[in-house]
């Protein structure tokens, strides 16, 4: 009989195709914790444009506006890929492909996802506290933590977990 260390060690007994079926679905549920946030960060960014304060906003901070917008839209559009990618190619026998391309959507998702909030952040500590110059120093520490939670836990985990 072999030990529980054995069986984590020598892996799952599943065929290709079952593999397949379970990281989608594992993929799916992390897709959905993602696209929630997004999808609610982008709401609100387009309806900010329509507010009357942001005609008075300066210069600057319409273009960090603009460019949040751009990168959530584009956020949006990775997270939401993967749910088109399973409806066109479901049933057509090539699931594994799919979930690679899957997974790499979701990655770029993130990615661009990072890259909202911060520009986001950005702005609204920037029209907050008027850029006392610090703005920048907090929106540093928080995308540091950001990237702690989001990759440098992971890919911890993954490394001290494939070493063993």
Not at 29 to 40: H, L, Y
Not at 46 to 72: A, C, D, H, R
Not at 111 to 121: D, N
Not at 132 to 138: I, N, R
Request: with cysteine; proline share 4%; hydrophobic share 50%.
């Amino acid at each position: 009989m072999e030990s529980p260390a054995d069986e984590r060690r020598k892996g799952r007994n599943e065929s290709e195709d079952e593999r397949a079926d379970r990281m989608w679905g594992d993929l799916i549920q992390e897709v959905r914790v993602a696209q929630t946030g997004v999808q609610i960060l982008f709401g609100f960014l387009l309806t900010v444009v329509f507010m009357p304060k942001f005609s008075q906003l300066e210069q600057t901070n319409q273009t960090i506006y603009i460019v949040t917008v751009l990168l959530g839209a584009a956020a949006t559009g990775a997270l939401i890929g993967p749910v088109s990618l399973h409806r066109m190619v479901s049933g057509r026998r090539v699931k594994p492909q799919a979930v690679r391309w899957a997974s790499r959507l979701t990655f770029v998702g993130l990615v661009l996802l990072l890259a909202t909030m911060t520009a986001a952040l950005l702005l609204i500590l920037r029209v907050a506290t008027d850029d006392d110059g610090y703005v920048p120093w907090l929106v540093t520490a928080v995308v540091a933590w950001y990237l702690v939670c989001w990759f440098g836990v992971p890919m911890l985990t993954r490394r001290r977990h494939r070493a063993q």
